[in-house]
């Protein structure tokens, strides 16, 4: 079984994300905030956010009971289970070892893996590891399942517009629709200090707006150089931008993804690479001197190359970006989100398609990667991932909140942060049936979590399986 294994990669995604979200140009003139200040200025539309009933943990176990329900995967056949999330529920306990309780129903322990964190880069290690292990002599041939969840809140402020909450789950194994070209693969990894969470009493990250953004670029920078160089030596030709059907990227806001791809152009055009035509060229002279720094600050030459690269953003960027700006940054799961709306918007179409993947966490970690799609069989087709992820419906189904609720929503959600000894409402009329959420913590953080069902309502607790929770 060892190391043979062909195309191994996704063979099944599911995505989760809340049904409570406020639109961006209603939260802007709540704010006061200069009008497109959220919606041009950042390139969002809406934001998901998680109530008292919702966290990282009940997301995580309404994903991946869902994809193990609706692609008929057997809880016996997973071998290992990785977590990527940056939302700290416990300094010690995974929240891995929460979701093995939908797999101790069927006796099944025998699940390696824990959670990875590095901001918005735990799921794409995460990811990284089953890949992996799926490929070595370690495999025992179960499936892998990577699960990427987070919240992002911010305090009150220029920042808060740029949060939102999601829970994404794959499936990974050989002959997927979805495989990873593993053997072109470019990372930066350093040390800054752009985003950071260092006061684990609170949930709010100490933000440096500007230096994050530069660290995106540098790292897409050196990423994008290393990807080149292995697939130069590998296949012995230049690798450009026409080389990769779509692009999809670790997504804060819509505005970064728009200058990252522009980006790309500019790397292009300094590598004298073919996709760059001769007015791209004159366009994006001017600049050819800038030192790095002076290229990361330009304001000029980010007008340019977004111009020069606008035709081709439309077509290979755009289809990817649709759960991103209607969602929020979901941190580990953003390029995952991405991702699975490339998959929504052209599920027909991607067989044969190259997808290049670029996946950014601060602090600072960063992959370029690329995937190969392939048509699949049943249940593990492109066309049986858009339709049990079934994106369209579950942002139709959404339920908009008023500026003034959000904010109280936000101030209950900080008030509870960390706390012990409460019930939540149990309210649950929002959420869809097969929805996980949250009933209490008890005197001991101890947390447990209802199933919403059609009739009857199950409930599972952290610790001995049972709980009453009178709902």
């Known amino acids: 079984m060892a190391s043979h294994q062909k195309n191994v990669g996704i063979l099944a995604m599911e995505i989760y994300f809340p049904p409570t979200c406020i639109r961006q140009e209603v939260l802007e003139a709540h704010d006061g905030a200069s009008k497109g200040k959220y919606t041009i200025g950042l390139g969002q539309d809406c934001m998901a956010f998680c109530t008292e009933v919702e966290d990282v943990i009940s997301m995580s176990l309404t994903a991946v009971t869902s994809l193990l329900e609706k692609y008929g995967v057997d809880p016996k056949q997973i071998g290992r289970l990785e977590v990527g999330s940056e939302t700290v529920i416990d300094k010690s306990k995974s929240i891995k070892t929460f979701l093995m ?36 002599s370690s495999w025992d041939g179960r499936y892998g399942l990577v699960v990427c969840t987070d919240s992002a809140v911010y305090a009150e402020g220029p920042a808060r517009p740029t949060g939102g909450a999601a829970a994404i789950a ?17 990372s930066h990894m350093s040390h800054a200090y752009d985003f950071y969470k260092p006061n684990l009493a609170s949930e709010y990250p100490v ?12 790292a897409l920078d050196s990423c994008y150089t290393r990807f080149c160089q292995k697939y130069g030596k590998l296949e012995g030709k230049q690798f450009s931008i026409d080389d990769a059907d779509y692009f999809v990227f670790h997504s804060p806001y819509n505005k970064l993804v728009q200058k990252s ?12 690479a073919s996709s760059v035509d001769e007015a791209a060229k004159q366009k994006l002279a001017p600049f050819s001197t800038l030192t790095g720094d002076e290229s990361y600050q330009s304001r000029d030459l980010e007008k340019a190359a977004q111009q020069v690269s606008k035709p081709s953003y439309d077509a290979k960027v755009v289809p990817a970006t649709l759960i ?34 670029f996946s950014y966490g601060s602090g600072l970690a960063a992959t370029m990667f690329s995937f190969r799609l392939r048509g699949g069989q049943l249940p593990f087709s ?16 959404r339920h908009e909140f008023p500026p003034e609720k959000f904010v109280e929503t936000m101030k209950l959600m900080e008030h509870m942060y960390g706390g012990k000894d409460f019930v939540t409402s149990k309210d649950c009329s929002l959420l869809a049936p097969g929805t996980y959420y949250l009933t209490e913590v008890d005197s001991m953080y101890r947390r447990f979590y209802a199933k919403k069902a059609g009739a009857n309502t ?14």
């Open 101 to 136: 309780q939908i797999f101790e129903e069927t006796g099944n322990t025998d699940i390696e893996g824990v959670d990875s964190t590095n901001a918005c880069y735990g799921g794409t290690a995460a990811l990284f590891n089953c890949v992996n292990w799926v490929e070595s």
């Open 170 to 186: 794959m499936l990974i194994g050989p002959d997927a629709p979805i495989a990873f070209e593993s053997k072109f693969r470019g």
């Open 207 to 218: 933000v440096d707006g500007k230096l994050s953004q530069t660290c995106y670029l540098m």
């Open 261 to 272: 791809f522009a980006r790309l152009w500019f790397d292009d055009f300094l590598r004298n």
């Open 324 to 357: 991103p700006k209607q969602v929020g940054n979901m941190y580990t799961a953003s390029i995952y989100a991405a991702f699975a709306s490339l998959i929504h918007n052209k599920h027909n179409s991607l067989a044969g398609q190259r997808v290049l993947m």
């Open 382 to 397: 492109l066309s049986n991932i858009a339709n049990v992820m079934n994106v369209g419906e579950k942002l139709k189904s």
């Open 458 to 471: 199950t409930s599972i607790a952290c610790e001995n399986g049972s709980h009453a929770n009178g709902h």
